[in-house]
Each structure stands twice: as C-alpha cells, then as structure tokens.
C-alpha cells in the first residue's frame, strides 16, 4: 500500500535520521522524499512516500512519538522532485 | 560557573543525590565538579554495570537513575542497559562526555557517534551544541524520560562545554494539563465489562510506571475479575489475591495460559502483547473482545486489534471504568484451575530443587525485601516460585532479556533502598557477565545478597537445544566456571556452596542473616528445567510440562 506522510518538526540536525530509523525499523520503505527548512521559523518539513503492507497508522503512531514533531498528516502519495 | 558544575547543580536541582559511572577524557570536567560533592557518585566497574545500576535504582525507587561515562568506548559500554531501559520503560539519563565541539567529526581519540547510536536504544537524545542549550536540554531530558511511557535519554555533552562558561537558564513553570476522560468511552468499557461472563485483567509493567498499583487493586476488589501479569507487572497484585493466576506466556502458569485462552473480555492494562506472552498472536485469547489501557498510544492496534481503547492515565481510568460484574461461575472455574495447576515442589533425592529453594526463600524473607533476577533459567524460576508484593521489589531485565543484569541492578537497589534487604538470583551464565560489580559491592560495602544457581550451562540455552535442537549442546556447557566462592573471597565476600536439601536451612540461615554481602553457590542438577513452556509459534494451551 502506498501513503504519502507530511511531518511538520522542530529542526534538529538528526531528526531526519531520527524519522527514516523509525519508519525502516518498523517495516516501512521509503519510496521517495523531500525534506525542507523552512524560515524564519526554524521547522522542517518532510514528505514522505511510504510502501508497506502494515497498516500506516503504525507507522504514523511511532512518528508523533518521536521528540519535536508538531503535526503529521496523511494523504495519497504526492508527486516529489528529488530534493534533500 | 562551568558548565559542568551547572550539570551537577542541574541534578540537584532534580533532586538527584545519587549518580552510577565511570570516569575518563572527556567526561572529566563533570567528575571533576562531582568531587566538589552535593551528588553522590559511585564507581561501577564497567559502563555497563553502571547502567544497570542506575536502572535498579530507578525500578526499585520509582525515581529517575543517572548514570555517567566518557566518550567512544564509556558511551558504547552504555548501550546495552540504555536498551534494556526501552524495553522496560525506565526513566535513566545518561551522561556522556563528548570531545570538544571542534574535534567532532574528526575521527579524534575516543570519538564515537554517539548520538547516532542512541537513536535505537534511547526514548530521546540530545547532543549539546552550546552552552545556552544545556540548562533547557537538561530539563527537557528529565521531562521526556519521565512523562509519557517512560524511559531512558542520554545527554552528549562536549568537553569544551563542560569546561566553558555555562549560561543562566529558568525553568518554565508549566501548568499540569488537566486529563478529561471520555464518557462514552467510560460507560462502553463499564458496559462491555458488566456484559462479560469471562473477564480477565492481563496487568503488564505499566501500571507499575504509572504508579497506579493501589487502583488497580481497588479495581480487582470492587469488580472481583481474575487477572494474570507479565513479567514486568509481578508484585501488581498481592500474590496472593482471591483470583490471581500469576504470570502468563512462555513460562507463565497452566492456570493463567488457560485463563487467557478461554476469557471473553480480556482488559490489557499497561501491557503490550509481547511474543513472550501471546505465543502464537492469531490464537492468543480467541474468544476474547479486548479493552486496550495504555498510555502509549503506539501500543494500540500494534499486534492485537482492539475493541476498546483508552490512553489516559491509569490512575484515572482503573476507577472510572469500575462496575459490578456477575462472574461467579468464571471465579469458581478460576478457583479450579488454580488449585488443580498449583505449582508442585515434590521432589526426589538429595539434588537441590532450585523452585523449592526459592519457594523457601521468599516464605522466609522480610516483605519488602527486594529481588533482582539475572537471566535465564533461574530468572522464570524466581518468576514463578518467589513472590513480591510491590513491584519495586521485583527488578527483573524483561523486554531486553540482558544477561549480567542482576548483579548491577541489585547494587542501584541497593543503594537506594539501605534498610531492606536485597537478593541478586544470579546463574553461572550470567552472574560471569558483569562479575566485575563484585568490586562495586566492595567498594561500597553494600550487603547485597548473592544467590548464585549454577548448573555449570547456559541453562535456557540448553533447555532449547535439548527440546528443539536434538540434544546438540553447542557452547552451553559451562563446566569450566571458575570457584565461584574463591572469586568473591578475593572481593571480601564471605560466601558458601551447597549441593544437597540438607544442607539448605543452616546455609539459608548464614545468608539471609549476614550483615555483609554474601554470596550463596547452590550446585543444582543441569537436567532441570522451566515447566510449564509455551514452544515457539504454539498458541498458550499447548504447554509442554516435561521433557517427554
């Protein structure tokens, strides 16, 4: 099944590495992603297509676990330009 | 001030009094604060030891452990019990000295990744990047580790920001959020409770976490519904509660397995439906509708689809959602099942039967003495046969499963409980995996009690390859062990073996009523082993009950 998560964060050097640990433990593939700072704020904004046969809500229900994030929403997946 | 003496006026502020590590390069600045004193510092012998150590002092105390090492090699030795904490759930912070902010990225002397590495084994990490970040990373740090679903953070801490200047911070006061339970989620769980011809409580770890042992208590005796606990939830419930089965899962009673199998309402509380528990998970408690009561809302739904689910704080929801049940017949069936599958402590011949010698042990030791298990064969035995009352006296590596952890836990235990009396129950396996701490309890002159089973194998081990690998004992004999009571005389730690039953009563009396340490080497037949067991990917009821 193909998802398509926005997670909206407070930067932090790692968090990144934080949310992909996350999502290969837990038996998800990223399929592809984009991940930006935005300013002056401060946040980081990364979208994610996720391939899984698992249900995404366990994925989801470990990412709001991870310190920092401030919203996640769910939608069909997006179109990504190779950013990152 | 530096910042390291801002770390130690931090934990006393957090009302940290006792710390566990070891010193080195880049951590030096902090001990170098800690010999100014207002925090007491202990010397474990490993890193790992030390994490132990503070993981007994948090389970058997409810409060946050702390523990300490250097960079590179001290973070790494950190690991293995900053794992063992998330899988347990136990608020530890760890502190590490980092080389200075410059040299990061380096590859300098004793440089590892460390916050790399904590990223599987912590709940959250931080590396300090500057000064001004370190007084709201150490309050963040005591925050997450102990909120929520707790467990254990560590703080990198550069050396240059150790010594440098530290930067004033005050704390936020936050307002505590007011928790509003949901009504209708309330009355369904009572309604779904009271509809219930077979309910059954399976109490996991957290409700200990959540401090919520005296509701659920009240809960069991206004609703008078049977339960069973995991591992992590031993000392819940009074042992000896009107309809309370003991453990379930691999090792649990016939009673409580069986319990599970035939219930209609099971109400998870504070437990996660480890593998350890469920066996085979699409046969786990079949007939059963479930009320999932968790704080971790990642829990719900994870291996067990629910029909009722609740994130709230324990304390709140064990009362809200008690009602009156009608269950007579189930609690007889119970009643049955309890006394048909008692355990048994017959036992023919001069060998001694470590379940029975438990078994005498915990009949013949103060109420809150505390007992802190290593791994392994022994490890279920003390699960079955001893019991405890609080779970705080019954300290015990269950999610991780870390062998070496029953010596070092029972030092922080120690520590932090002075007046009660603490048993190690150690294997030859495992008592040889942080042996070293031997030197802690010296060093210390902590008059933890040592009760070391050994079978000369790696006990459980072996178990396995004797039932599921035709008897090939690949690397699980251990009849090269050294003279255990020798090792620890060299560590001033008067100690005795035994190998016969009748020899027990004198020796159990020296041990228990020694004023040091004591270690008690009890020889016992490498042919036992844990009955009932749960195979691998069998469901529950199928328990073999011996070898044949």
Known sequence: MNNSIVIKASNSPEFL??????????????????????????????????????????????????IGVIEITLSKPQEIKATA | MNGAHFVVQALKEKNVTQVFGYPGGAIMPLYDALYDGGVDHLLCRHEQGAAMAAIGYARATGNVGVCIATSGPGATNLITGLADALLDSIPVIAITGQVPTHLIGTDAFQEVDVLGLSLACTKHSFLVQSAEQLGPIIEQAFEVATTGRPGPVLIDIPKDIQV???????????????????????????????????????????????????????????????????????????????????????????????????????????????????????????????????????????????????????????????????????????????????????????????????????????????????????????????????????????????????????????????????IAVAGDGSFMMNVQELGTIKRKKLPVKILLIDNQRLGMVRQWQKLFFKGRYSE?????????????????????????????????????????????????????????????????DQMMESVE
Not at chain 2, 334 to 344: C, G, L, T
């Open chain 1, 17 to 66: 590495e934080r949310v992909l640990r996350v999502c290969r433990h837990r038996g998800f593939s990223v399929d592809s992603m984009s991940s930006q700072t935005e300013q002056p704020q401060q946040t980081l904004s990364i979208t994610l297509n996720i391939v899984s046969e698992r249900d995404i809500s366990l994925l989801t229900k470990q990412i709001e676990k991870i």
């Open chain 2, 164 to 422: 440098g200047q530290s930067v004033a911070y005050q704390v936020a006061q936050l307002a505590a959020k007011q928790q509003i339970l949901d009504a209708q989620l309330v009355e369904q769980a009572q309604q779904m409770i009271s509809n219930a011809d077979k309910p059954l409580l399976y109490i996991g770890g957290g409700v200990g976490m959540a401090k919520a042992v005296p509701e659920l208590r009240d809960f069991v005796k206004n609703t008078g519904i049977p339960s069973v606990c995991t591992l992590k939830a031993i000392g819940c419930i009074e042992h000896d509660s009107p309809y309370f089965m003991g453990m379930v899962g691999m090792h649990g009673s016939k009673a409580s397995n069986l319990a599970i199998q035939e219930c209609d309402l099971l109400i998870a509380v504070g437990a996660r439906f480890d593998d350890r528990v469920t066996g085979k998970l699409d046969e786990f408690a079949p007939h059963a509708k479930v009320i999932h009561l968790d704080i971790d809302a990642a829990e719900i739904n994870k291996l067990r689809a629910v029909t009722l689910s609740m994130t709230d704080d324990l304390k709140l929801v064990l009362p809200a959602i008690s009602t009156n049940t009608d269950i007579a017949p189930w609690q007889q069936h119970v009643n049955d099942m309890k006394i048909e599958f008692a355990n048994r402590y017959d036992h023919p011949g001069e060998p001694i039967f470590a379940p029975a010698l438990l078994r005498q042990i915990a009949e013949n030791i103060p109420s809150d003495t505390v007992i802190c298990s290593d791994v392994g064969q022994h490890q279920m035995w003390v699960a079955q046969h001893m019991f405890v009352d609080r779970p705080e006296n019954h300290i015990s590596s269950s999610g991780l499963g870390t062998m070496g952890f029953g010596v070092p836990a029972a030092v922080g235990a120690q520590v932090a409980r002075p007046d009660n009396m603490v």
């Open chain 2, 476 to 540: 699980t004999i251990l009849t090269d062990n050294p003279d255990f009571v020798t090792l620890a005389s060299a560590f001033d730690i008067p100690g005795e073996t035994i190998v016969v039953k009748s020899q027990i009563n004198a020796a159990l009396d020296r041990f228990l009523n020694s004023e040091g340490a004591y270690l008690l080497h009890v020889s016992i037949s490498e042919e036992e082993n844990v009955w009932p067991l749960v195979p691998p990917g069998a469901p529950n």
